[in-house]
């Protein structure tokens, strides 16, 4: 974010508050402070930042959360929240990972979220374990929501432990799930919102089930999609490694979109390779791929 930028400047319609304001109501900064920062802009014609930083009255940090209080930009500051650190995009958005998201989101909204009705979800797929396929859901989840977007994170993989993917990475509370929705035992009002990120919802994967393809093949995933598009802008769906499991591929066909994901020194290519060519072949549109070496 800039923080090159007179506070005046700063301020958007909806939100009239100063940068001085949101950091003294944080207890970031006092009054005295203020007034030493606000000086020595006048005198050294600095921006507020900069000034601050100089006299050693705030941090980058403290720059940044002010900035994103006024640009409703929401982000979770270090200590603050419970989620797991591998969230990068809610703990650090301003790092290289943070921009590479952004980047990648950017290229979806082009490609695929481009407010046709049909084109609300997307699938995250790759084909090896361990290539970090609920690292980049979870993430990509978070900064289309930063964006704005009405956005639900669907953890599809209903092969692991009920305690494990997205419910382990937001460190939600156990609950119903996918599993249980697509058992007939509840709708969409399990889903669960994720204190300190508006506008991101998690639907966990629940319970374990016996038969998790035929629950996915079902109609009423489908029709559940169907449902979650009426209410939110983005649907993202993580999945399965595909060299264990079909899940994914039937989760893609559903959501008509699949973002594939690899791993730096750790892919095998001739894989990657024969799941896009199925993919494509079932119909599905392929928008894009991630290299993860994170």
């Not at 999609?225 to 066909?253: H, K, M, Q």
């Amino acid at each position: 974010m800039n923080a090159h930028l007179q506070p005046s400047q700063l301020a958007p319609s909806g939100n009239s508050r100063s940068i001085g304001d949101i950091l003294i109501a944080s207890g970031r900064l006092n009054s005295e402070g203020l007034e030493r920062i606000l000086a020595a802009q006048q005198v050294e014609k600095l921006s507020f930042g900069d000034a601050a930083i100089a006299l050693a009255l705030l941090t980058r940090e403290d720059i940044d959360y002010a900035l994103s209080q006024q640009f409703d930009y929401a982000y979770l500051m270090t200590g603050q929240g419970d989620v797991s650190p591998q969230l990068v995009a809610a703990y650090k958005p301003f790092s290289r990972v943070g921009e590479n998201l952004r980047a990648v989101r950017s290229q979806l909204m082009l490609r695929w979220f481009n407010n046709d009705t049909q084109r609300k979800s997307m699938s995250v797929l790759s084909a090896n374990r361990g290539d970090g396929r609920s690292f980049i859901a979870a993430n990509l989840a978070i900064v289309f929501a930063q964006q704005g977007q009405r956005t639900l994170l669907v953890d599809g993989d209903l092969r692991g432990a009920a305690d494990a993917g997205q419910q382990a990475l937001f460190r939600l509370e156990k609950g119903v799930g996918l599993s249980g929705i697509l058992a007939g035992r509840a709708g969409l009002e399990v889903a669960q919102s994720v204190a300190g990120l508006p506008n991101l919802t998690v639907l966990t994967a629940g319970a374990t089930p016996p038969n998790p393809q035929e629950l996915l093949g079902r109609a009423v995933f489908a029709q559940l999609l169907r449902e979650a598009g009426a209410s939110y802008d983005v649907i993202v769906i993580d999945t399965p490694a595909a060299v264990d499991y079909s899940d994914g591929e039937i989760i893609a066909a559903r959501a008509g979109a699949a973002l594939m994901v690899t791993r730096r020194n750790q892919t095998r290519v001739p894989q990657t390779r024969a799941l896009g060519k199925r993919l494509q072949d079932g119909g599905v549109a392929l928008v894009g791929a991630v290299l993860n070496d994170a």
